[in-house]
Structure formats: structure tokens, C-alpha cells
């Protein structure tokens, strides 16, 4: 099972001590041994064994990996309450721990705008109003997503958790202004209006939109304090204006 079979050739997930090998037949040379019999082998691609055994709880990706897992897992089946290896168990113990992971996750979005900022000519400010424009990420917890998708898009940040939440103070090193107290980041969600109780209170589902919103005043992003309606587009002599940034039409 060390993976290092051609991906042409298709091997035993398992190579249990009282599993042997003869050219490409494999057979159990103990049969009151409980090992796994010639009858329950299942046959998977080399490389498919070679690439699950690289990855890691912190590296599997849904959209990238749930294929690779599914290949393996009748070979994974077939080695239930079977007398195995220290390499097989520990095989088997990793694919575990991956399909967990992956079950776990939900495919989210994620951006990051300062429109507000680059209008007002704050220092630091991107220079489109776009920092990140709803980038695609797998992850089991919306911080989680967040996190994750700054550290791939090099993208610094600093979380307060000072009032028991996680609360970006920072994003791409854009912070409060002093020229206006009320500035700082607002948390969209789902493109609610702000009156969302912040990233540590959502559960994210698959398609779900998390977006952060730099503010100077508060309600000219939209009535973060308050959760009342807001305008999120207008319409002017047939051209719609995106008042919380996005393109003009």
C-alpha cells in the first residue's frame, strides 16, 4: 500500500500481514487469521492511494478531493473489523479523519469591499474599492472561510475578540479612521443589511455570501446599528447605481 503503483495499475487498497501478493492476484495466505479474503478485495487506482495519503485534515478541499476519497472508500469498506497492518490502520484512520473533514464543509463566498474608503480618499485604501471580489472557499465555520481565503489571498487582518466575538478591526490594513468614530468594517451577510449578530453567530450553509464592507458613518454603508431597510440600488435616468458597491449598470 505504498501508493507508488503506476496510475494504470490498479492494486489493493490493503496489504495486511496475511495478505500476499502473486503478480497481480492478491489472496489471503491465512484464512483464520480474520484477514481480508481473495473474494473481498477491492481494487483501486495506485495513484488514487498515493494522492489521499498526502493529504491532511488542514488540506483537503471538498471540490477538489471528495472524488479521490469516494474511490478509496469500498477498499476503506472492505478493511472494516479485518486484522490489519499498523500501515493499513493507519490508512484507514486518515481516510477517516479526511471524509470528516470534508462532510463538514460548505462551499461559501467570500468578499471584501472599501468603496466608501477609496471615495473619501482614505489612507490605505485599495485603489478600486474591491479588495476581494466574492472569492469561492470551502470550510466548516464562517470564520473559518474567512480566514482561510485572507491567508491564500495574502490579505492581512486583525480580529478583536475583546467583546466575545470575532470581530475584524483590520482588513488588508484598513482600519478605524480617525477623522470619522464611527468607521470601521461591516459584516454582510447573505447581503442582509448589516443586523446579522457577526461572524461567530453564523452557520454557513453551501452557497452562503460573506462580505465585509468598510464604513465611515455606519449607515453610509447601510443601518448596521439599527437592522432598519436600506437601499441597496438605485435607479437614475435608466442606469441602476449599487449604493453598497458593485458595478454601475
Known amino acids: 500500500m505504498d501508493g507508488s503503483t503506476p496510475a494504470e495499475e490498479n492494486v489493493f487498497a490493503g496489504y495486511s500481514e496475511s495478505v500476499t501478493i502473486a503478480e497481480s492476484v492478491y489472496s489471503n495466505t491465512d484464512a483464520a487469521s480474520g484477514g481480508i479474503s481473495e473474494d473481498e478485495a477491492v481494487y483501486v487506482s495506485g495513484s488514487a492511494l498515493a494522492d489521499v495519503k498526502k493529504l491532511t485534515a488542514d488540506t483537503v478541499e471538498k471540490s477538489e478531493h471528495a472524488e479521490i476519497l469516494a474511490a478509496v472508500e469500498p477498499a476503506v469498506t472492505s478493511m472494516e473489523g479485518k486484522q490489519l497492518s499498523d500501515a493499513d490502520k493507519a490508512f484507514v484512520n486518515l481516510y477517516q479523519t479526511l471524509k470528516e473533514a470534508v462532510d463538514t464543509q460548505k462551499t461559501v463566498k467570500v468578499g471584501v469591499y472599501d468603496y466608501t474608503a477609496v471615495a473619501a480618499g482614505i489612507d490605505g485604501a485599495s485603489e478600486t474599492g474591491v479588495i476581494l471580489d466574492d472569492a469561492e472557499v470551502n470550510a466548516a465555520t464562517a470564520l473559518e472561510a474567512i480566514e482561510k481565503i485572507f491567508k491564500e489571498n495574502d490579505i492581512d487582518y486583525v480580529i478583536d475578540t475583546s ?78 447605481v449599487f449604493l453598497c458597491g458593485g458595478n454601475n449598470v
Not at 166 to 177: D, E, P, R
Not at 195 to 221: C, K, Q, R
Open 163 to 240: 467583546w466575545g466575538s470575532a470581530y475584524f478591526s483590520s482588513i488588508n490594513g484598513l482600519s478605524v479612521t480617525a477623522e470619522y468614530s464611527m468607521s470601521g468594517w461591516s459584516f454582510s451577510y447573505n447581503d442582509d443589511d448589516f443586523s446579522n449578530m457577526g461572524v461567530s453567530a453564523i452557520e454557513i450553509e453551501d452557497g452562503d455570501v460573506l462580505e465585509f464592507h468598510y464604513a465611515l458613518t455606519g449607515a453610509d454603508v447601510a443601518a448596521s446599528y439599527s437592522g432598519l431597510p436600506t437601499f441597496k440600488t438605485l435607479t437614475i435616468g435608466g442606469s441602476k
